[in-house]
């Protein structure tokens, strides 16, 4: 029975049992759902020719020798077969391919299968992120059929395209702009005119990354205009919001401040996915009136996580994939030494307060096996007096130290930074990047970097002509950060020369090369250290 179907039969109780049932799962009966799935994917992945070539003539039996036999997996070890969508090589049937940028200056894309019982799956469980969005208690929730959502993500064949198609299969729920208008515009244009739908005829629910909400809120004040030249547009407006309109304008001017979309709008429920979103949760909040739930998923896991009505950290859906977690310690210890096999933990093993890459395995025939997909959570805790769950719960921190990523939108790895700096042909001869934080703590990309002797006489001169120079080539390389200034009007990089011979003369003190990608806070500080800077260094 679809949601629909609940609601008009005012089911409300079995709607919550339904979808957010698994909030109410202790440990042993959670761990059970993962390992039935998990045993069932065993046999599907195994026999199948991808699971063949990984494994090598290996067969496991049990969730303990495919944890033994199936070597941790990165994209590459699968793209030969996915780019060229093999389906007849997949443990299951493929009825759509997920599409997503790969690596600038390396890879241009990579796809990930889905089958009829992953999408299911991923229905479900987008159907639960509705209800929890909306929600401010346990088994109270404030949607309806009919709702309108304004919707800042992208669509198909990326994954959040997924979100209105499948959404679709259980209520109805109205799109501002509709998806088959949308599908057909730019990104600015999608957003100019969702936002003028809400205006016209209100909106009920909001769903982006959380750094394009922030963005597009802030854009509010101009799209609603001032003055008597824009009568002609609140005359399109319905009464209620035209009222809203007035009462709004009157508001700001009294209070001397832009509008803000809570003077228009009440939101029901806020969704907000990628990452970086603490950076904006606050603000967004101070926007809307209503604090952003957030939610977890991407094009190879699918969707796993979400947060419930106390925004308190998320909760990973048992059913999308199995969970595998490489403490940081030993994550670093990989990076450090690749030999070096990490050991994992599973979901009834996590601690409190540490610190994990995330593995998966995806369920329901899912290609993807111990596969790394290069994102750090911190347990936050085993249980939750304040919403009665007692599964872990988990604190995104941010994508793994080999990449940088800004805002939800580019993952800047060694290779896009190297491809740039040759591409520009600049006189760089050493370098590091890490990601930090401005006064207003938003990200950004910061190089540090030493060229070579008498390619400039002015550092400050030079640090810019850097940055100007290395940024046409990012952009050259990476779609996704180009659309970091188009659509965001951010500009991520700030580059600082350092003097020559310094990454030498820190490699002859401690005994070890700086790493190129963000490098531990402790020995970036001791590189700004012996350069003799002072200033006050940002870092998460």
Same mark, same amino acid.
């Given at each position: 029975?679809?949601?629909?179907?609940?609601?008009?039969?005012? @089911?409300?109780? @079995?709607?919550?049992?339904?979808?957010?049932?698994?909030?109410?799962?202790?440990?042993?009966?959670?761990?059970?759902?993962?390992?039935?799935?998990?045993?069932?994917?065993?046999?599907?992945?195994?026999?199948? /020719?991808?699971?063949?070539?990984?494994?090598?003539?290996?067969?496991?039996?049990?969730?303990?020798?495919?944890? @033994?036999?199936?070597?941790?997996?990165?994209? /590459?070890?699968?793209?030969? !077969?996915?780019?060229?969508?093999?389906?007849?090589?997949?443990?299951?049937?493929?009825?759509?391919?997920?599409?997503?940028?790969?690596?600038?200056?390396?890879?241009?894309?990579?796809?990930?299968?889905?089958?009829?019982?992953?999408?299911?799956?991923?229905?479900?469980?987008?159907?639960?992120?509705?209800?929890?969005?909306?929600?401010?208690?346990?088994?109270?929730?404030?949607?309806?059929?009919?709702?309108?959502?304004?919707?800042?993500?992208?669509?198909?064949?990326?994954?959040?395209?997924?979100?209105?198609?499948?959404?679709?299969?259980?209520?109805?729920?109205?799109?501002?702009?509709?998806?088959?208008?949308?599908?057909?515009?730019?990104?600015?244009?999608?957003?100019?005119?969702?936002?003028?739908?809400?205006?016209?005829?209100?909106?009920?629910?909001?769903?982006?990354?959380?750094?394009?909400?922030?963005?597009?809120?802030?854009?509010?004040?101009?799209?609603? +205009?001032?003055?008597?030249?824009?009568?002609?547009?609140?005359?399109?407006?319905?009464?209620?919001?035209?009222?809203?309109?007035?009462?709004?304008?009157?508001?700001?001017?009294?209070?001397?401040?832009? !509008?803000?979309?809570?003077?228009?709008?009440?939101?029901?429920?806020?969704?907000?996915?990628?990452?970086?979103?603490?950076?904006?949760?606050?603000?967004?909040?101070?926007?809307?009136?209503?604090?952003?739930?957030?939610?977890?998923?991407?094009?190879?896991?699918?969707?796993?996580?979400?947060?419930?009505?106390?925004?308190? +950290?998320?909760?990973?859906?048992?059913?999308?994939?199995?969970?595998?977690?490489?403490?940081?310690?030993?994550?670093?210890?990989?990076?450090?030494?690749?030999?070096? =096999?990490?050991?994992?933990?599973?979901?009834?093993?996590? =601690?409190?307060?540490?610190?994990?890459?995330?593995?998966?395995?995806?369920?329901?025939?899912?290609?993807?096996?111990?596969?790394?997909?290069?994102?750090?959570?911190?347990?936050?805790?085993?249980?939750?007096?304040?919403?009665?769950?007692?599964?872990?719960?988990?604190?995104?921190?941010?994508?793994?130290?080999?990449?940088?990523? !800004?805002?939800?939108?580019?993952?800047?790895?060694?290779?896009?930074?190297?491809?740039?700096?040759?591409?520009?042909?600049?006189?760089?001869?050493?370098?590091?990047?890490?990601?930090?934080?401005?006064?207003?703590?938003?990200?950004?990309?910061?190089?540090?970097?030493?060229?070579?002797?008498?390619?400039?006489?002015?550092?400050?001169?030079?640090?810019?002509?850097?940055?100007?120079?290395?940024?046409?080539?990012?952009?050259?390389?990476?779609?996704?950060?180009?659309?970091?200034?188009?659509?965001?009007?951010?500009?991520?990089?700030?580059?600082?020369?350092?003097?020559?011979?310094?990454?030498?003369?820190?490699? @002859?003190?401690?005994?070890?090369?700086?790493?190129?990608?963000?490098?531990?806070?402790?020995?970036?500080?001791?590189?700004?250290?012996?350069?003799?800077?002072?200033?006050?260094?940002?870092?998460?």
């Amino acid at each position: 029975m679809s949601l629909s179907e609940r609601l008009q039969r005012l @089911e409300y109780d @079995e709607i919550w049992r339904q979808y957010c049932g698994f909030l109410d799962l202790n440990m042993d009966e959670y761990m059970n759902i993962q390992r039935r799935l998990m045993e069932e994917q065993i046999s599907l992945w195994s026999d199948c /020719e991808l699971g063949r070539t990984i494994l090598k003539g290996k067969q496991p039996r049990t969730i303990q020798e495919f944890r @033994e036999m199936v070597p941790l997996t990165s994209y /590459e070890d699968y793209a030969d !077969i996915l780019l060229r969508k093999k389906g007849d090589s997949l443990p299951g049937n493929p009825v759509i391919w997920i599409q997503t940028t790969w690596e600038g200056g390396k890879h241009p894309i990579k796809v990930a299968p889905y089958t009829r019982s992953m999408l299911d799956t991923f229905r479900n469980n987008v159907v639960a992120c509705l209800i929890l969005a909306t929600s401010h208690e346990k088994g109270q929730f404030d949607y309806e059929e009919g709702d309108k959502m304004l919707y800042g993500l992208a669509p198909l064949p990326y994954a959040t395209g997924l979100l209105p198609l499948l959404l679709s299969e259980e209520t109805d729920i109205r799109f501002l702009p509709e998806v088959k208008e949308a599908v057909n515009m730019s990104f600015s244009q999608r957003n100019k005119l969702g936002f003028k739908l809400a205006l016209q005829k209100d909106v009920e629910l909001f769903f982006g990354l959380g750094s394009v909400t922030y963005a597009v809120s802030q854009s509010l004040a101009s799209m609603t +205009g001032s003055g008597s030249g824009d009568w002609s547009k609140l005359l399109k407006c319905e009464p209620h919001m035209l009222y809203r309109m007035l009462k709004a304008r009157h508001l700001s001017k009294k209070e001397g401040r832009p !509008i803000k979309p809570k003077d228009l709008f009440g939101l029901k429920g806020f969704m907000v996915a990628g990452t970086d979103n603490q950076c904006y949760k606050d603000e967004l909040e101070d926007l809307w009136g209503i604090r952003p739930m957030e939610i977890f998923a991407g094009t190879e896991p699918s969707l796993i996580g979400t947060e419930s009505w106390t925004r308190n +950290g998320m909760y990973f859906f048992p059913d999308s994939c199995f969970y595998e977690f490489i403490a940081e310690a030993d994550m670093e210890k990989n990076e450090a030494d690749p030999s070096y =096999i990490p050991p994992t933990s599973l979901m009834d093993e996590v =601690i409190p307060g540490e610190k994990y890459e995330l593995v998966l395995t995806v369920l329901k025939g899912g290609a993807f096996a111990r596969y790394r997909c290069g994102d750090m959570y911190r347990c936050v805790g085993l249980f939750n007096r304040e919403d009665g769950t007692n599964i872990p719960r988990f604190e995104y921190i941010d994508r793994v130290p080999s990449i940088i990523d !800004i805002a939800g939108f580019t993952r800047i790895s060694e290779n896009g930074i190297q491809s740039a700096i040759r591409l520009s042909q600049m006189p760089v001869h050493a370098w590091t990047a890490a990601k930090e934080y401005n006064e207003e703590h938003r990200p950004y990309l910061h190089m540090y970097v030493e060229v070579e002797r008498g390619a400039f006489v002015d550092n400050a001169i030079s640090a810019n002509i850097l940055k100007e120079v290395l940024s046409t080539y990012f952009k050259y390389i990476d779609q996704d950060y180009r659309d970091l200034k188009k659509i965001l009007g951010m500009d991520p990089l700030e580059v600082t020369i350092l003097r020559c011979g310094i990454f030498d003369a820190y490699k @002859e003190k401690t005994g070890k090369s700086l790493r190129h990608m963000n490098p531990s806070p402790h020995d970036l500080a001791e590189l700004i250290r012996m350069q003799g800077q002072i200033g006050e260094y940002r870092r998460r």
